[in-house]
């Protein structure tokens, strides 16, 4: 099962920095299947973006994503970009790019949509209680929408233990994503 670590500036920092010092202390434990710079704080993404880039691609991490903007993701020669549920219509701008694209959902029909416009994977959530991301899916609505999409999907939202990683993967998921579970 693939890992995907999502970053977040509570745990990361907003600051170069701080970034690559989080980011080396995780990599001597794990190097992730993909990875994203998530943070919406910053006052200059672009700078943390290439900061976060060349850290991750000299510790060799397979996949490395930009969050929300496809035209930086490609100007910085990200692999790809990890687009919010309401950005379906970026899609194929980032397609066209040559992006990998992995959309967030948290319906069925956003699963669906996401798939029909030619995203390459989707995170789904939240499954388990994750802070002021609604009520969780639960396993069986995962299972659900594992067995009626054909795209990869990341199960996200309050996977913070094996336990809920074993579970997950016994639902037939493409991998599991977080922001905890790796720091």
């Given at each position: 099962m693939k890992t995907y670590l999502i970053t977040d500036p509570v745990y990361y920092g907003s600051e170069p920095m701080a970034l690559t010092?989080?980011?080396?202390?995780v990599f001597t434990r794990t190097i992730p299947d993909f990875i994203l710079l998530r943070d919406k704080?910053?006052?200059?993404?672009?700078?943390?973006?290439?900061?976060?880039?060349?850290?991750?691609?000299?510790?060799?991490?397979?996949t490395v994503l930009l969050h929300a903007d496809c035209t930086l993701a490609?100007?910085?020669g990200a692999d790809g970009v990890h687009l919010t549920s309401n950005q379906s219509d970026l899609i194929v701008k980032a397609k066209a790019l040559g992006l990998y694209v992995i959309i967030s959902t948290h319906t069925h029909e956003e699963a669906f949509k996401a798939q029909n416009l030619g995203a390459d994977a989707i995170t789904y959530s939240?499954?388990?209680?994750?802070?002021?991301?609604?009520?969780?899916k639960g396993l069986e609505d995962l299972k659900e929408i594992v067995d009626k999409i054909s795209i990869p999907i990341f199960a996200l939202g309050g996977i913070t233990t094996e336990e809920q990683i074993n579970a997950v993967e016994k639902c037939g998921?493409?991998?599991f994503a977080s922001i905890r579970y790796f720091i």
């Open positions: 010092s989080s980011l080396k202390t704080q910053t006052s200059d993404y672009p700078t943390l973006a290439k900061t976060f880039i060349r850290v991750c691609r000299s510790h060799n991490v397979p490609h100007d910085l939240p499954i388990y209680e994750s802070p002021n991301k609604g009520e969780p998921v493409f991998g």
